[in-house]
């Protein structure tokens, strides 16, 4: 009797309470594992987001440096330069003279490469044609909810006023850009955001 005593099993009590542990034990450790799994979706997010915002900026500033404001463009198309609140267009004058222009598309996406796709609309769009074609330059996933270009001189330096013979402002163009941008977290509906702000002027300032 004392031999079967001995090697008894466990009680209904002993593994309802060995159950119970080994759950909260599990679920700990998946709570462990989820947190690990959306803080590795959110820093590729970051660093998705970071990366576009470096090529937009980038991308938008080469293109100041090389060329040279276009006022022109601002007058025929009746649009003030608000040194003060910003532009939602720049236009840019090429080497080989064509107007290029950079604008946030609107909220339905037009002339995105895929306006359904709520994760990458509004997007960055560019036009090197003065604005008689778009294409998008921000990437997938990525999407702008605010670009302002901040112009200065609000009059262009590069031309004489026939009034005084002499040029109305002498400031060689600058421009200061603030974007901000929104990147989506993959399989989640969690987003990640970053805001910029660069300043960049003309290499060209010809008198």
Known sequence: MKRLASQRGFTLMEMLVATFIFIIAMTIVLDIFMLAQRAQRKAVAYERIQADTRYIVNKIADETRDGTLDYSYYTTAGIAIDSANGNDVLAIKTFNGKTLLFQVSDAAGTFCANPTDITSKPCLLQSDDGGATWAQSSSKGTSIERLHFY????????????????????????????????????????????????????REYKR
């Open 151 to 202: 112009i200065s001189p609000d009059k262009s330096p590069f031309v004489i006023n026939p009034a005084t013979n002499d040029y109305d402002v002498s400031e060689q163009p600058l421009v200061r850009m603030v974007v901000d941008m929104k990147g989506t977290i993959t399989s989640t509906t969690g987003v990640v955001r970053m805001q910029t702000q660069t300043s960049f002027a003309t």
